[in-house]
């Protein structure tokens, strides 16, 4: 088996066919268990469009009586779930009175399944079990046990046997999983810790497009920009400006940039709205933060840095003690709540950002190789 590519994306060999059928000969095995010999019909619910395959394979294995009904709902756009269920069209036939098996192509955080339990008591079923080939744990948020399961799988994006990636990939009968190798990384820290020194060299190494939000916004003031004239004021007193505006700095390379392993971010996200503004966009992609490198350096040293930078560099928001200790400060109240933000996702490393340039870029390197 080899990649497949839909649409702009690649996708690796995850789960082959015949490992789908065991699992399938697993799942049928208990359901029949549990309903052979019943004197009821039972419906099987197949939830378009994803289920067709596996509820074809599974209808073949059962050996009671059942019915077949379809519903199709959709709580996704491309690759990203926008949290509400629509029901796009009802159930193609009477659930009333019958005892119902869902059975799901795949179950994440468990949302739709809870859609449809409320659905079908709604409807009159007298009791609903669920019956999924895919399921990942690591996502699921109900209490509800989920009755049969085919196979385990980590929250990974996957493609095949009636799963999509906008619409192409259902045809596949082997499981493909999104071949992931764009990084994107965050260099984080204070100003002055060191951020832009460094971007320059990782981005050679590691080929990566380096977006740094501040050289974006002092480019649009050195234009006379609408956006650069707005940022002015608010760059020159320290402050940071407003979400909306780097969010869509960032999100237009992210779109526009070609042929790099990936993005050095440098100066974004400086704020929680931000990192969550990040993980959407990313998630829409498919995508997420491959890591958080982050340069520490104590609050006398930033001074120190940013006077001798004001002599070199002569940038606006470098020639006051008073806008660095703004910009100091806004980075302790608004900047700083991200190290636990990171830390919470597992993504947060720490660099000490002391020591000569060639030292500290070193430690940089080594971390990133690892990441
Ligand atoms: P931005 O340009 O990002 O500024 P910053 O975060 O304050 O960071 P700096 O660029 O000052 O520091 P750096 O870490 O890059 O350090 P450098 O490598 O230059 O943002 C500017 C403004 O734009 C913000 O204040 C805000 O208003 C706005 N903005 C930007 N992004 C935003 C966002 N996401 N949301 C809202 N607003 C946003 O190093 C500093 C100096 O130290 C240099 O002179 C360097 O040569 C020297 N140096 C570096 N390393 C060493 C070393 N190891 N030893 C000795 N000297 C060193
Ligand atoms: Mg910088």
Redesign the pocket.
């Known amino acids: 088996m080899s990649n497949i590519r839909l649409h702009d994306k690649s996708f690796r060999p995850f789960i082959d066919y015949e490992k789908i059928e065991e699992a399938i000969d697993q799942v049928a095995i208990k359901i029949n268990n549990d309903f052979n010999g019943s004197k009821d019909v039972p419906v099987l619910l197949c939830v378009l469009n994803g289920s067709i395959l596996f509820t074809a394979e599974l209808m073949k294995r059962l050996t009671f009586n059942c019915e077949i009904v379809c519903i199709k709902l959709s709580s996704y756009v491309g690759m990203q779930s926008t949290g509400e269920v629509r029901d796009i069209i009802g159930m193609t036939g009477s659930v009333r009175g019958k005892r119902v098996i869902v059975v799901e192509d795949i179950i994440d955080s468990g949302r739709t399944i809870a859609n449809l339990i409320k659905m079908m008591e709604a409807n009159g079923a007298t009791e609903t079990r669920i019956c999924t080939m895919l399921f990942k744990p690591g996502c699921y948020k109900l209490d509800k046990k989920i009755d049969y399961v085919g196979m385990n799988i980590p929250d990974d994006f996957i493609v095949g046997f009636g799963l999509d990636y906008d619409g192409l990939g259902r045809n596949f009968k082997d499981i493909y999983v999104l071949d992931n190798n764009m990084k994107y990384y965050i260099l984080f820290?204070?100003?002055?810790?060191?951020?832009?020194?460094?971007?320059a060299s990782m981005a050679e190494r590691f080929n990566l497009c380096h977006i740094?939000?501040?050289?974006l916004?002092?480019g649009e003031m050195a234009k006379g920009s609408e956006l650069g004239l707005k940022?002015k004021a608010?760059?020159e007193g320290?402050?940071?400006?407003?979400?909306e505006?780097?969010e869509g700095m960032i999100e237009n390379k992210f779109n526009t940039v070609e042929g790099v392993s990936g993005f050095l971010l440098?100066?974004?996200?400086?704020?929680i709205a931000?990192a969550e503004a990040l993980d959407r966009m990313l998630a829409k992609k498919g995508e997420k933060v491959s890591g958080v490198v982050s340069?520490m350096i104590p609050d006398e040293m930033i001074k120190e840095?940013?006077r001798?930078?004001a002599a070199?560099?002569g940038?606006a928001?470098?020639a006051s003690d008073e806008t660095i200790a703004n910009?100091i400060k806004?980075?302790h109240e608004k900047t700083e709540p991200l190290v636990e933000f990171y830390k919470k996702t597992g993504a947060y490393n720490e660099i000490d950002?002391?020591?000569?340039?060639e030292?500290?870029r070193d430690r940089i390197s080594a971390l990133m190789e690892k990441i």
């Open positions: 820290g204070p100003p002055g810790a060191g951020k832009g020194t460094q971007a740094s939000t501040g050289d916004l002092r940022a608010l760059i320290g402050n940071l400006v407003p979400d505006i780097v440098d100066g974004f996200p400086r704020t931000q340069l840095r940013i001798h930078r070199i560099e940038r928001d470098d910009r806004t980075y950002g002391i020591g000569t340039i030292e500290v």
